[in-house]
């Protein structure tokens, strides 16, 4: 363990109860996060890695065990662990540059400074001749600008990104994934990340924690050695997600296993 | 231009029915097939509705201003008395029923309170307030106008209440991640969440009040158009009835292209509609 992280995640467990049995979505999870890394979360779904990421946001506290960052313990969700959510959710009624300027209301910030940290933001995400616009309006890897942007704006130190660029086409996600990585190099963040694809993992992270599926634990914690920008041509990146791609389908046939099983049950 | 020409041909597409409708009524009545007093010419009709939108008196510049007497028909009368109690109706109803809906939709222990009362009374039309209506208020603008607050109260509670029990938690979660709570969480999320349901509560509720506008006036008012349309019926003026539905249903076609442009703009930022 390092002496100071930005996250301390310390034995973190946590237990869903339905009606028929008690599921173990995470057990025992301890991981510690220096700051400005960037650390991908892998595995096949069910294998707790967005409630994990929900744990630290402090949307859903764990049933025991505690997750610290910057030195105190999370309690609840705040402006200081910033999400990024798979279905985006924007505000609706809100115009692009409402959105991105929300949180900073709350702040309390002066307008002026609002106007300039937001026109700021929306030049560096490109979303400037948008800002008038609604969602709706939008292509979905535009939402998922001004939710990066929504985010930025609060100048937190830490970002969760939730599958951020899930539902995206495979052009518009390696184009956000770039633009992600010259902001992270820009802004110095600590990124949490949580995604089912290997590749994306390999081609982001400095750091890749693979989770089993139920109960979630941590089956492997690498350090991604490869030189930036990464080519995932590159024979040692392909080794890699050949490496990776074998520890994430034990547990994808895992996953395969048990619904067979449940339907047998059913 | 070929967009202009199309809409003109839907147009008249769309008057070909009402035409050959209007045509076989007029034969019938020509033919004296039916007896006026059942069912009168079309042209009566619209001789009857011209009458009834035109001043009573010749002008008179001593008597007030030319608007004044330009406005002084009996049938603009009535339609102003009939639309100040939907206005007034309608703005107590849902001016009541907004925060009470708000409340109930937003603290699980007010709507535990408030529910069983409400489901109490919801199915009560408002009509079957008539008799208790008029013993409490007697005759004149009360009773019509509780009666109109009634028929408006109900959509426009129970549709506040749904949409605010039925935001979308995505949002709410954002919001309090972005460091939003209490009453900016409510004010800023919660209720525009909440809008496109309101506004469907707020048309019905229109919709209702107008309806109870006519009845009130067939029981309670001496003016209005419900009054007028009654009070033809007395001296078998079928024409007059049927003149005075007609501006019933051109003033409910008003009121219902009003609320279109009112939620096309406050909606304007919802998917799914149609610009």
Not at chain 2, 99 to 108: D, E, F, I, Q, R
Not at chain 2, 157 to 186: C, E, H, K, P
Request: charged share 20%.
């Amino acid at each position: 363990m390092s002496i100071n992280p930005h996250i301390r995640i310390d034995h973190v467990s946590k237990v869903f109860h339905t009606a028929e049995r008690d599921v173990v979505a995470l057990q025992d999870i301890v991981l510690d996060i220096p700051r400005g890394q960037f650390v991908c979360l892998l595995g096949p779904s069910g294998c707790g890695k967005s409630t994990l990421l929900n744990a630290i946001a402090g949307f859903a506290p764990p049933s025991s065990g505690q997750i610290v960052a910057d030195g105190k313990v999370v309690l609840e969700p705040g402006p200081e662990r910033g999400m990024v959510f798979q279905e985006y959710a924007l505000f609706p009624w809100m115009t692009v540059e409402d959105n991105v300027a929300f949180g900073l209301e709350i702040k309390g910030m002066a307008k002026a400074e609002i106007a300039a940290t937001v026109a700021r933001l929306l030049h560096m995400l490109s979303l400037h001749d948008f800002r008038q616009r609604y969602p709706k309006d939008l292509s979905g890897g535009m939402r998922q600008r001004v939710a990066i942007a929504r985010v930025l704006a609060l100048d937190s130190p830490v970002m969760l990104m939730d599958e951020p660029f899930g539902a995206l086409d495979a052009l518009t996600r390696r184009n956000l994934q770039d633009e992600l990585l010259r902001i992270w190099a820009e802004l110095k963040k600590t990124i949490i990340f949580v995604t089912h694809s290997i590749e994306e993992a390999i081609y982001l992270a400095d750091r890749i924690v693979v989770m089993t599926y139920r109960p979630g634990t941590v089956k492997r914690d690498l350090l991604v050695e490869l030189a930036r920008p990464r080519d995932p041509a590159d024979p040692a990146f392909n080794d890699l997600k050949r490496e990776l791609g074998m520890l994430v389908m034990e547990e994808q046939q895992r996953h395969h296993n048990d619904e067979l099983r449940m339907a047998a049950v059913d | 231009m070929a967009k202009s020409r199309s809409t003109w041909k839907e147009a008249a597409v769309g008057m070909v029915v009402p035409a050959v409708a209007i045509a076989i009524w007029q034969m019938v009545a020509m033919n004296g097939w039916v007896n006026p007093q059942v069912l009168p010419a079309p042209l009566a009709v619209v001789e009857k509705w011209i009458a009834y939108l035109l001043p009573l008196q010749p002008y008179d510049a001593g008597q007030g201003g030319w608007l004044a007497w330009a406005v002084s028909g009996e049938l603009i009368h009535d339609a102003l008395g009939s639309m100040y109690r939907v206005g007034v109706g309608f703005a107590i109803g849902a001016g009541l029923a907004l925060p009470l809906g708000l409340l109930m939709g937003a603290s699980p222990r007010v709507y535990a309170w408030m529910n069983p009362l409400v489901q109490l009374l919801r199915p009560i039309p408002p009509i079957a307030y008539i008799p208790l209506s008029i013993l409490w208020f007697g005759l004149g603008n009360p009773p019509a106008v509780f009666l109109i607050s009634l028929g408006a109260f109900f959509p426009v509670l129970m549709n506040t209440i749904a949409g605010v029990r039925q935001v979308d938690g995505i949002y709410i979660r954002a919001a309090r991640n972005l460091g939003a709570s209490g009453t900016t969480l409510f004010l800023r999320v919660m209720l525009p969440a909440a809008v496109p349901y309101i506004l469907s509560g707020v048309r019905i509720g229109i919709g209702t009040a107008f309806i109870v506008v006519i009845v009130s006036e067939m029981i309670a008012v001496n003016n209005g158009l419900g009054f007028r349309i009654l009070e033809a019926r007395e001296y078998f003026w079928s024409d007059k009835i049927i003149a005075g539905m007609i501006t019933i249903g051109l003033l409910g076609l008003a009121i219902d292209v009003a609320m279109n442009r009112l939620n096309n703009y406050l909606l304007r930022w919802h998917r799914g509609l149609e610009h």
